[in-house]
């Protein structure tokens, strides 16, 4: 196979393509409803949630804004450090407005938590979350997730906006990578 064809570095697919979207589809008909009569505020997660995002208020048939937040927190290595720096921070003002933050995954959820904390700091009306995946610490966090895709076990993974090293973000599905990733 052509070496630079990015499917050869899965170790597994852990979710295809139709099963995100059809879980998307359940997400967005789950804030549809929880938000009937009331404005709503997108705020997606810089870079990883771009592709949530897109689908996500795509599947959505009511007005939404949408705005982006940039923090990091990662690198290119695969554990939280917990230490938030802003690299963009939201163009809106948020004052009374219904935040959902759009997230690809939860792991430990410290930059999450952070970030909740800041935006109802802003008086924001209403600020919950929507993440794909969530990974078993996650369930730790002082703060409640509303909307969850699926839980997942506690493995790395890339794909649907999920990168490691920045690479694999543009994969249609959601797999781990295979050993040979790593010790390139
Ligand atoms: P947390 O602060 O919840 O530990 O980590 C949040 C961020 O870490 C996610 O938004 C994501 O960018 C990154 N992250 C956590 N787990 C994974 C994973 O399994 N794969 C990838 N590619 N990124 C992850
Ligand atoms: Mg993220
Ligand atoms: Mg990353």
Redesign the pocket.
Known sequence: MDPEHISQDLKAVLLTEEEIQSKILELAAAVERDYDGMELLLVG?LK??VMVMADFARALTRHAEMDWVAYS??GSG???S?VVRILKDLDTDITGRNVLIV??????????SWLVANLRSRGAASVEICTL?R?P??AKMAVSVKYVGFDIPD????GYG???AER?RNLRCVGTLAPHVYSD
């Open positions: 997660v990883g949630a927190s990662y695969t554990r939280s917990g997230e690809d995954i939860i792991d430990t959820g410290l930059t999450l995946l990974k610490e996650a493995e790395f993974v890339v999920l990168d490691h694999y």
